[in-house]
């Protein structure tokens, strides 16, 4: 195989983001004929697992300068390292996608981590009246960009669907957990009425319905991540079912992994807006790789997964009266729960796993540099 120089370039994501440094990354320079480098904001330039970071400085907090600055800044780090191949993550890096093909005259590659063009439809720093049209502009724009670039790269079917319209390279890299990086024993501990959700806290997300149905019961949720808001915090923290959350703020892998070796239960009660109902949250699969049952909005993307594995049990994530009932009748079942949580956890092993999805990764770099 011939040797690569691989570039990864974020302007939004942190350096310890799962999906680009601790599986794509790390896994790349893992093997001695590639050179891996990531390029990235607000970090410290070093060496790490083999990847040389690249860093510099942007206001990420301020949305339109980090749109306006910081992809400039990136390129001119790429320019500098003349790679084989540039991984782009964000949307905002397609301003630069064909700078880098005509600078560099390397094979360019964006990975499009949601679909967002129906993302755009739900954000909530935009006014409501300008949603729709900023989506069809982006659609647009990304169509008219990946059209000129050299492949995309995507996380469910649906998404890489969308794109294989108007460019012929395609890959599905779903995020799937590595199962060296997220190690977990079996579960001998006692049985324990402790829950679990693990990521962004948004109103989107359930976790108003999620804490009201922790009214008048003994379930215990073990809650880790940041709020979009300080509004929603205060807003979820006056809620009576507050007084069973253990409240753990955003936290490090081993934080992860310990809160969900002391869960029975993780629970993805995503609402059904239109870019949830076709992706596969990370979460999702993070629960199976622990052994986990899981309590999960009923979408028929996510049984594709949950269904065959028999792992999970599904609610309508805005009715807080049916997820308390679902959550009471699994934590009064102890060993069919913690079969539900036997059964995701072979099947991660078996099928949904970073492994498989990194010799797709592979195969499609060099796919690109054949032709």
């Known amino acids: 195989m011939k040797r690569l120089k691989i570039c990864h370039i974020t302007t939004v994501h942190n350096e310890?983001?799962?999906?680009?440094?601790?599986?794509?990354?790390?896994?790349?320079?893992?093997?001695?004929?590639?050179q891996v480098y990531l390029i990235i904001p607000n970090a410290t330039s070093r060496n790490e697992k083999g990847v040389e970071i690249l860093s510099f400085v942007s206001d990420t907090e301020n949305?339109?300068?980090r749109i306006k600055k910081a992809g400039q800044k990136a390129l001119e780090l790429a320019n500098e390292l003349k790679a084989d191949i540039y991984h782009l993550h964000d949307p905002e890096l397609l301003t630069i996608a064909r700078k880098l093909k005509k600078q560099i005259g390397a094979k360019v590659v964006f990975d499009s981590h949601e679909d967002v063009p129906k993302q755009l439809l739900d954000k909530i720093w935009i006014p409501a009246y300008q949603r729709k049209l900023l989506s069809r502009v982006y659609e647009r724009y990304e169509r008219f960009v990946c059209a000129r670039i050299d492949g995309v790269i995507s996380v469910t079917p649906i998404i890489c669907n969308r794109f294989q319209?108007?460019?012929k390279?395609?890959?599905?890299?779903?995020?799937?957990?590595?199962?060296?990086?997220?190690?977990?024993?079996?579960k001998k501990n006692d049985f324990s009425r402790t829950i679990c959700y693990v990521g962004g806290i948004f109103q989107t997300r359930g976790i108003l319905e999620l804490v009201q149905a922790l009214d008048n019961t003994d379930i215990q949720l073990l809650l880790a991540g940041s709020f979009e808001s300080e509004e929603l915090e205060q807003h979820v923290k006056a809620l009576k079912g507050w007084q069973n959350v253990t409240f753990l703020g955003q936290v490090g892998r081993n934080e992860i992994k310990d809160i969900l070796e002391k869960s029975e239960i993780g629970v993805v009660t995503l609402h059904p807006t239109k870019s949830y109902v076709e992706s596969?949250?990370?979460?999702?699969?993070?629960?199976?790789?622990?052994?986990?049952?899981?309590l999960a909005s009923d979408f028929p993307l996510w049984r594709t997964i949950t269904d065959p594995a028999e792992c999970a049990n599904y609610v309508d994530?805005?009715?807080?009266?049916?997820?308390?009932?679902?959550?009471?009748?699994?934590?009064?079942?102890p060993s069919e729960t913690r079969q539900m949580g036997t059964n995701g956890k072979i099947a991660v092993q078996m099928?949904?796993?970073?492994?498989s999805e990194f010799e797709k990764l592979q195969a499609f770099y060099h796919k690109l540099i054949e032709n």
């Open 169 to 186: 390279n395609v890959a599905l890299i779903a995020n799937y957990p590595d199962l060296e990086e997220l190690t977990f024993s079996d």
């Open 317 to 333: 994530p805005k009715n807080s009266l049916e997820i308390q009932r679902v959550l009471l009748k699994m934590l009064d079942t």
């Open 165 to 167: 319209k108007f460019q």
């Open 63 to 65: 949305r339109k300068v």
């Open 16 to 34: 310890g983001d799962i999906r680009i440094f601790h599986k794509m990354c790390v896994s790349l320079a893992a093997n001695p004929l590639n």
């Open 351 to 355: 099928i949904y796993n970073w492994k």
């Open 280 to 294: 596969y949250p990370i979460k999702l699969f993070e629960y199976m790789a622990a052994g986990i049952a899981i």
